[in-house]
Nanobody, 121 residues
Framework: QVQLVESGGGSVQAGGSLRLSCAAS????????MGWFRQAPGKEREGVAT?????VTSYADSVKGRSTISRDNAKMYLQMSSLKPEDTAMYYC?????????????????WGQGTQVTVSS
């Protein structure tokens, strides 16, 4: 029922910018909790940025000041700037109707297929 499709990933030089998009269907975006997560090789999936049901945003310390999460109806975006090689990962769009920690991947029930972000130095 719920489908999340990411786009916008790619390769970029360090210091560059990317804008990731997530298109949601079969999901009530306005009342949902959505977020961006990433997983690098050999590491656990971690929260990057989320938007709670009340619109409150949360950011991982590693991306604060460099990332902005936003939403527009059935789409969610992650604008990333000043990208670093450490940002290289598969980025996932996620959503949930439940509660839990905003940046905790275990709080989310629906996931997109991921979009790869590669930052070269």
């Amino acid at each position: 029922q719920v489908q999340l499709v990411e786009s916008g990933g790619g390769s970029v030089q360090a210091g560059g910018s990317l804008r990731l998009s997530c298109a949601a269907s079969g999901y009530t975006y306005s009342s949902s909790c959505m977020g961006w997560f990433r997983q690098a090789p050999g590491k656990e999936r971690e929260g990057v940025a989320t938007i709670a049901r009340d619109g409150v945003t949360s950011y991982a310390d590693s991306v604060k000041g460099r990332s902005t999460i936003s939403r527009d109806n059935a789409k969610m975006y992650l604008q990333m700037s000043s990208l670093k090689p450490e940002d290289t990962a598969m980025y996932y769009c996620a959503a949930t109707y439940g509660g839990g920690g905003a940046l905790d991947p275990r709080s989310y029930n629906y996931w997109g297929q991921g979009t790869q972000v590669t930052v070269s130095s």
